[in-house]
């Protein structure tokens, strides 16, 4: 259908550019992640399927939206309406679910993912359908397919032809594009074209100088008096810790307190659970050690052992 001849560097400039922390209910992300070192972690149709009801089962319980989706053999895009400002916390779920899923079906051990995600905040109506382009064109980037329709990982054929697939807000797509006839000539002129994207300190934006005002106004409250602790780490980004907490129970069928870290499982829940708490909810050692299973560790020692977890995750 449509053949674009695009460096293959253009993925990874653009995903280097992709790191927004800001999020509030109601705002439209581009999600993505990749295997760490740019393995195949979606190798097989088996992986992809499984990868795409994980998020499916996950945007469904965290009450968010899926526009649109691509899944390649060593990354994936998501287009995810955050309905409750939460986007963190319904991105560990499907990351850490896959990851599990990864590591008992290919064995291995360490990182599955590059990163926890990269996400770029973007404005409604011509961007978003700029954004469903991008996306929903990257198998022809990859020179996977020369017919976007012929590719059977991503979102084009869940729009205008009622085929029952993983998006749950297709409306929302289709009311951008008219008809089918305009989405399809829309593809074809974004071929070969790149994002407009643009850095702020609070991340990177797809959308114009009024929306990313608003949106940082709308996010950046530093300036207001009588700020909690709480409230300055979650505006910088970080996860409450006991939102994490609840997030890695679920994903790993266990409570906190009942980790056994006298085992190998044990220990590699303890290291992960702590690594988590050091960066995703930029807890300090001094508060970790008040949280099981790392009550009675003393301070030094759990330095140590943040450094190791963090060495053999890397290995």
């Avoid at 084009?156 to 807000?169: K, L, M, Q, T």
């Avoid at 970790?288 to 790392?294: A, D, M, N, V």
Wanted: aromatic letters at 12%.
């Amino acid at each position: 259908m449509f053949s674009p001849d695009l460096d293959n560097m253009t993925f990874f400039l653009y995903a280097a550019l992709m790191k927004a922390k800001i999020t509030y209910p109601g705002a439209y992300h581009h999600v993505m992640n990749r295997g760490v070192l740019g393995i195949d972690i979606f190798a097989d149709n088996n992986a992809k399927q499984y990868f795409l009801d994980t998020v499916v089962e996950k945007i469904r319980l965290k009450k968010a939206k899926l526009l649109c989706y691509c899944v390649m053999d060593n990354h994936y895009h998501l287009l995810i309406k955050d309905c409750t400002g939460n986007l963190s916390s319904l991105m560990r779920a499907i990351n850490g679910n896959y990851a599990i899923y990864y590591r008992k079906r290919f064995g291995g051990k360490g990182y599955v993912f590059q990163n926890r995600y990269k996400s770029i905040l973007v404005e409604k109506g011509l961007y978003l359908k700029m954004v469903t382009a991008y996306i929903l064109l990257n198998p022809l980037r990859a020179g996977k397919v020369k017919d976007v329709y012929k590719y059977l990982w991503s979102s084009v054929r869940e729009y205008y032809d009622d085929v029952s697939g993983y998006i749950n807000a297709q409306e929302e797509v289709e009311e951008l594009f008219e008809d089918k006839e305009s989405f399809d000539a829309f593809l074809k002129q974004w071929a070969l074209k790149e994002l407009p994207l643009k850095e702020t300190r609070m991340g990177t934006f797809l959308g114009s100088q009024e929306f990313i005002a608003q949106s940082v106004a709308l996010f950046d409250r530093r300036k207001k008096k009588g700020r909690s602790y709480r409230m300055r780490k979650e505006e910088d980004g970080f996860v409450p810790p006991e939102r994490l907490i609840k997030d890695f129970e679920e994903t790993h069928g266990i409570k906190i307190e009942e980790i056994d870290t006298s085992t190998r499982d044990g220990k590699r829940l303890r290291d992960e659970l702590l690594i988590g708490l050091r960066e995703e909810s930029g807890l300090t050692f001094k508060q970790i050690i008040k949280i099981e299973p790392f009550k009675g560790i003393k301070y030094s020692s759990l330095g140590q052992m943040y450094r190791r977890a963090k060495k053999k995750k890397m290995s």
